[in-house]
């Protein structure tokens, strides 16, 4: 690196007739380069970002930190306007090279910026972090229209992943990897678990999505937050409790026998929506909490008509009809079955 220059190793690329670049950027540079990300007195029209959110950085940060051998990071993209040059390694090699910027020039976080700030927090916990690198996009800025452009077209087809499909890959949290393993091993889940999307289809034969699992069975046990342990108890004692749950509802025994169509059986019944798996999994945890006999009381499941033309439920899990997602609504749902099933005492405040 020169006195005056930054140097980095590049590929050159071409994209819409123009040059752009993949530099590797040291992270201990990244704090020199990135000074300020963003100014908030700056009206959005005379922005290439968004505002910085601040509340974003700590959750960032707390993950390169607690998986510094495990943490991956996309590109950042960047827009310099200033001097910067390409030169190749030989002539045969012409995209590969070394991209040099004027350390006296302007950058503009393109994409990014929340990652750029974490990492600068992380540095100064973990210093070791500023031998390591990231790929970093390199346009060449042709203005405040061209870059407020770049922003717009990076973010315009981004989408989050589902949340089912975020626990299926996610090795990392425990409670994800009970939540695949009870959608494998639970009798009534097996091969009636929806992985990829965050709804199930009218004509679906899939019967609930993993992230209800998930979810369910996070409140059965009572684990707040992100950072979860689950012991081997906990582990078996889901797995019985939803067979249980499932041993006492006629209408899963018959789908998993071919006697009913599961879309036939969430059209018609509320015990199979996300909905059921979450209050159940609260009257489970008051059943585990009072170290009352979960088989003799989830047999009393069959007494309960779960049939949605039962005026019972209006009100509690159904709204005008429609059935509700709301919290407020699972916990109705959670005391209409507790008062069926164990008595008045038992109830939940809402």
């Known amino acids: 690196m020169s006195d005056s220059y930054y140097v980095f190793p590049a590929v050159r690329g071409i994209q819409a007739g123009k040059e752009f670049y993949t530099a590797m950027f040291p992270l201990k540079l990244i704090p020199e380069l990135f000074r300020e990300v963003n100014i908030p007195l700056v009206p959005p029209n005379l922005r290439a970002q968004r505002i910085l959110n601040k509340r974003r950085i700590p959750e960032i940060k707390k993950y390169i930190l607690e ?13 310099v306007d200033g001097n910067m040059e390409f030169e190749p390694v030989g002539e045969e090699d012409y995209q590969i090279g070394k991209l040099k910027i004027d350390k006296n020039s302007r950058i503009v976080i393109n994409d990014g910026q929340h990652r750029i700030e974490a990492i600068k927090q992380a540095l100064q916990e973990n210093p070791r972090l500023a031998y390591e690198t990231i790929s970093v996009v390199v346009f060449l800025d042709l203005g405040l229209k061209r870059s407020q452009q770049i922003f717009t077209d990076l973010n315009r087809y981004s989408v989050k992943p589902t949340p089912s499909i975020s626990i299926l890959y996610d090795y990392r949290d425990q409670m994800a990897e009970l939540a695949r393993y009870l959608a494998e091993n639970v009798y009534y889940f097996k091969g009636l678990v929806e992985y990829e999307k965050s709804s199930i289809s009218n004509r679906s034969h899939k019967l609930f999505t993993l992230s209800s699992i998930y979810h ?23 797995l019985e409790f ?42 489970g945890r008051v059943i585990i909490t009072n170290q009352l006999d979960l088989q003799e009381i989830l047999s009393r499941l069959r007494n309960i008509n779960w049939h949605r033309s039962n005026p019972d439920w209006e009100g509690i899990a159904l709204n005008k009809g429609r059935l509700s997602k709301a919290n407020v609504s699972v916990k109705a749902t959670a005391n209409f079955i507790l008062k069926k099933i164990l008595g008045e005492e038992y109830v939940l405040q809402i």
């Open 67 to 79: 998986n510094p051998y495990t943490y991956v990071f996309s590109s950042i993209t960047i827009s």
């Open 216 to 238: 369910a069975t996070k409140e059965l046990l009572g684990k707040k937050g992100s950072k979860i342990e689950i012991s081997d108890r906990e582990r078996t004692l889901s």
């Open 242 to 283: 939803w067979e249980k749950v499932g041993s006492n509802i006629p209408e899963w025994e018959k789908i998993k026998k071919g006697e009913l169509a599961p879309y036939k059986v969430r059209r018609e019944y509320i015990h199979s929506h996300g909905l059921f798996l979450n209050a159940i999994a609260i009257v």
